[in-house]
């Protein structure tokens, strides 16, 4: 399973979502792949992503499984469980 976060840098939350992230790691030992939404927008169009920031759990066959979205990040628990 692919889990993506898809955020921009320098925006308002960008320092929340870094911390996130690094949390996410060090507690885990596992980290999340991260995208830039202006880089790949064929991604964020297919996926219809348009709030930032967005983790994204991606099955095998490129179905959506999980879709956390805006500023009030998940909980890493519930990230987790796509990770593993």
């Known amino acids: ?5 898809v955020y921009r840098d320098n925006q308002d939350y960008t320092r929340s979502v870094d911390e996130w992230l690094e949390n996410f790691r060090r507690q885990t030992g596992r980290e999340i ?3 830039n939404p ?5 991604f964020c169009e297919a996926y219809d992503i348009v709030e930032y ?3 994204l759990a991606i099955g095998e066959q ?7 979205r805006g500023k009030s990040l998940p909980l ?5 469980y796509y990770v593993i």
């Open 1 to 5: 399973m692919r889990v993506i976060c």
């Open 33 to 35: 792949e991260t995208m």
């Open 38 to 42: 202006d880089e790949n927008p064929s």
């Open 53 to 55: 920031p967005t983790i």
């Open 62 to 68: 490129g179905d959506v499984r999980a879709l956390w």
């Open 76 to 80: 890493i628990n519930e990230v987790l």
